[in-house]
T-cell receptor, first 112, second 115 residues
């Protein structure tokens, strides 16, 4: 059973701080990694995706991938109350396949 | 550009009734996915299509569930007969063809309540 693990939280950070969200996965052959944000009662919204080891930055968001350790993380700099949501990690089993495995999500709370 | 469109947004019906959920993927996307989300089980993939052909339906919980994609712009997920444990939010997502996994884009979902 291929698994994606996330701490359910809530992760509480003050406004302006860096929020660090982590995700581990069991399938060593995984090749693609996605972060989705989901506000309560809404649908998942793609934040970032990463395919290669290292960091990928997009505005206040940075995705970090370490395939050797089988973890992927999402850093949110200068956190805002509007970032409060559940963040879902999704992992693609292998190149060429379209089936993603989702983690159960980490709830982030950013306090003013 | 229009995103993934799902209907209805909400559905409340009694146990035993047939339920049909509808989805229009983003134009040009080759893959269509049906997911179910509950508090207990999170987001689960039910079935996905590639170019209108079902590829993997191993997530479909039982024979009461069926899905079709008669053309590139329309898909349905049907539950017959419905049961209270089918109550969940059902999402449709689509993604383009590409080398490796491409980002999936979700519709707004259908919130289904079976009484």
């Amino acid at each position: 059973q291929k698994e994606v693990e996330q701490n359910s939280g809530p992760l509480s950070v003050p406004e302006g701080a860096i929020a660090s969200l982590n995700c581990t996965y069991s399938d060593r052959g995984s090749q693609s990694f996605f972060w989705y944000r989901q506000y309560s009662g809404k649908s998942p919204e793609l934040i970032m995706f990463i395919y290669s080891n290292g960091d990928k930055e997009d505005g206040r968001f940075t995705a970090q991938l370490n395939k050797a350790s089988q973890y992927v993380s999402l850093l949110i700099r200068d956190s805002q109350p509007s970032d409060s949501a559940t963040y879902l990690c999704a992992v693609g089993p292998d190149t060429g396949f379209q089936k993603l495995v989702f983690g159960t999500g980490t709830r982030l709370l950013v306090s003013p | 550009d229009a995103g993934v469109i799902q209907s209805p947004r909400h559905e409340v019906t009694e146990m035993g009734q047939e339920v049909t959920l509808r989805c229009k993927p983003i134009s040009g996307h080759d893959y269509l996915f049906w997911y179910r989300q509950t508090m207990m089980r999170g987001l689960e993939l039910l079935i996905y299509f590639n170019n209108n052909v079902p590829i993997d339906d191993s997530g479909m919980p039982e024979d009461r569930f069926s899905a079709k994609m008669p053309n590139a712009s329309f898909s349905t997920l049907k539950i017959q007969p419905s049961e209270p444990r089918d109550s969940a939010v059902y999402f449709c997502a689509s993604s383009p063809f590409g080398r490796g996994n491409q980002p999936q884009h979700f519709g707004d979902g259908t919130r289904l309540s079976i009484l």
